[in-house]
């Protein structure tokens, strides 16, 4: 049981460059999230799915975008990336409507020069 | 979501009780308790949550306050793989509301 697999675990881009995040679960849930963490800081929220075709935005969603590609996948992309969005970046799903806990992945490290 | 405070950092022995406050006295009566925790380098990691009464898993026990502003996790037996920055977070269980993570508590556990 992987739980939620995030890839690449380390990038480095380019000023202006583009990429995706790639995020998926395989514990059948219905809610995901990406999340940034900056040193010294707590996370906080991207952007947000409740539920297949929906999304949300979080927190700091300035300069990126997400797609809920089906129900295990929720991908993140920068579309022109700024050395401000060098970070650790974190996907986490759970059930959806309940207590339960967050399941997050183990993170990509993301650094823009 | 109500605010939570918790001590920047704690020290404990191996093989002892770590013992992690926080307060959280602007908790609605809707909002659970809910700790995770960080080890360095990784991904957030569920560790244990409840309402008002105490709770125990595997990992940790929950103790929460009768009036409900405050609460502590406690590791009984600390180890060394123990250190993380530990987050206690309150919210509200309906809905997707999301979790908003403060900056914690590193708890450093030495031999």
């Known amino acids: 049981n992987a739980g939620v697999t995030q890839t690449p675990k380390f990038q480095v881009l380019k000023t202006g460059q583009s990429m995706t995040l790639q995020c998926a679960q395989d514990?059948?849930?219905?809610?995901m999230y990406w999340y940034r963490q900056d040193p010294g800081m707590g996370l906080r929220l991207i952007y947000y799915?409740?539920?297949?075709?929906?999304?949300d935005k979080g927190e700091v969603p300035n300069g990126y975008n997400v797609s809920r590609l089906n129900k295990r996948e929720f991908s993140l992309r920068l579309e022109s990336a700024a050395p401000s969005q060098t970070s650790v970046y974190f996907c986490?799903?759970?059930?959806?409507?309940?207590?339960?806990?967050?399941?997050f992945g183990s993170g990509t490290r993301l650094t823009v020069v | 979501d109500a605010k939570t405070t918790q001590p920047t950092s704690m020290d404990c022995a191996e093989g002892r009780a770590a013992n992690l406050p926080c307060n959280h006295s602007?908790?609605?009566?809707?909002?659970?308790v809910y700790w995770y925790r960080q080890i360095h380098s990784q991904g957030p990691q569920y560790i244990i949550h409840g309402l008002k009464n105490n709770e125990t898993n595997e990992m940790a026990s929950l103790i929460i306050t009768e009036d409900r502003k405050s609460s502590t996790l406690i590791l009984p037996h600390a180890t060394l793989r123990d250190t993380a920055v530990y987050y206690c977070?309150?919210?509200?269980?309906?809905?997707?509301?999301?979790?908003?993570f403060g900056k914690g508590t590193m708890l450093l556990v030495s031999p």
């Open positions: 977070i309150v919210r509200a269980p309906s809905g997707y509301s999301t979790l908003t």
């Open positions: 986490a799903s759970r059930p959806g409507q309940s207590n339960y806990g967050y399941t």
């Open positions: 602007t908790i609605s009566g809707n909002e659970y």
């Open positions: 799915s409740a539920s297949e075709g929906t999304t």
């Open positions: 514990m059948n849930h219905n809610s």
